[in-house]
Each structure stands twice: as structure tokens, then as C-alpha cells.
């Protein structure tokens, strides 16, 4: 009866995606060769601040709801109320933490590492109980470049390695996840597709950059 942060999410997630998309499609109208490659832009922070920021907003939102639809989900199944959440948090945390990881396991990365807080600022857990990131996560959580994949934008590409150590953050995209995740969440509020110029629309085939982000979501 009063888990309306959920609808609240839903919206803000649908007007973040429209956001980026609206972006990505003034990309491609501004570019005259095809949207079947990848390239990086590693200034595009510096240019579109806001774009870049919408990842992060977008990643904090959606683990949000997500941990919601798993909370609502798991009290049904228990038949709890409020009090039984905190006599099992343990239980509680394990659940709507797997759910996330399960659904978007890229996205959940990436909130936990740059958009809740950039890995760079905590390093090594207080309690020390994981851990110390690695040289390339320390680095990536700063300083991410965003890329132009089939006409999407998408963090997380690149393959970051300092010293020897490797970052293991995901490549994602939001428009692509939150299309991916359309049918099964909100199929009444779908995205409008990118707008390609005829004969200049990414390959939807085996082993294309269309198909590599459209199945990763």
C-alpha cells in the first residue's frame, strides 16, 4: 500500500532513458557515416556533463527499484510485515542484492563502484572485508570514457589495465538495458527506436557491435 517509490522509479527511469536517447539520436543526425561500429570518446564527459551523469543516475535509480520489486516480493512470499524486514535483514539484504545482480548484473557494477561512490574514494573497505579494488577499477571509476556503439551510448567498453591489474567493471548501455528490460517491467512504456538514415542503419547480424550491445542490454 505504500511502495509508490516504485512507480516513482519507473517514471524517472523512462524520462533518463528518453533523456539519453534523445542524445544518441542527435549523434547520429549529426554524423554522416553509419551506425554499425564503435568508437570512444574519451572527452565526453568534458562535452556533455549531463549525458555522462545520466548513467550514474540511471544505475542508482534502477538498482533502487529493482531492490524494491525484490523486497515486495520477498514479504509476499513470507507473509511479513515491516517488523519481520529488520529481524531478517540478513535475509532481506541477500535476496534484493541477488535479484539486482541476477537482472543487471553490468549496472549494479557500476553503482556500486562509480555511481553510489567512485571505487577511487574507497579503495579498501573501513572493515576490511573485501578486497582493495584494483589499479584499473581505481582508475576507471574517475575516468570513464563513453563510447558510441550501434548508435548507443555505452560505458565501460574499454578493457582498463594498470600495473597488471584489470578493471572489473561491465560494458553497459542505458538505453539498451532499458529496452532489454521493457517486456518485462513496463511493456506501456517502450522507448522510440533511433531514427537511421535509409541504408545507414547498423547490421542486425552474428557478431555485429547492433547485436553484441542489443543482446547485453
Known sequence: MHAHAIDAHR?????????????????????E??????ETIPDFAYWEPVTYCIFNWFAISLTSYLRLIAVVDLTQQRRWGLHDLVSNSDEVEEFCR????????AVHKWRNKV????????????TKKRPAESLGTILQSFSCPVSRTAGYFEVGSGVWRIDGQ????????????????????????????????????????????????????
Not at 557515416?33 to 564503435?38: A, E, F, I, L, T
Not at 539486482?100 to 548484473?105: A, D, K, L, N, Y
Open 98 to 105: 541477488g535479484y539486482v545482480e541476477g537482472v543487471v548484473p
Open 11 to 31: 517514471h524517472g527511469l523512462k524520462h533518463l532513458a528518453d533523456q539519453m536517447r534523445d542524445q544518441e539520436q542527435a549523434y547520429i543526425d549529426a554524423n
Open 33 to 38: 557515416w553509419p551506425s554499425y561500429g564503435r
Open 166 to 217: 584489470v578493471a572489473d567493471l561491465l560494458p553497459w548501455s542505458v538505453t539498451a538495458t532499458y529496452e532489454k528490460l521493457t517486456p518485462r517491467f513496463w511493456p506501456d512504456a517502450s522507448l522510440r527506436p533511433h531514427r537511421h538514415r535509409p541504408g545507414s542503419e547498423p547490421l542486425d547480424e552474428p557478431n555485429s557491435y547492433y547485436r553484441e550491445i542489443r543482446l547485453r542490454g
Open 115 to 126: 555511481a553510489a561512490h567512485p571505487a577511487a574514494t574507497a579503495p579498501l573497505s573501513a
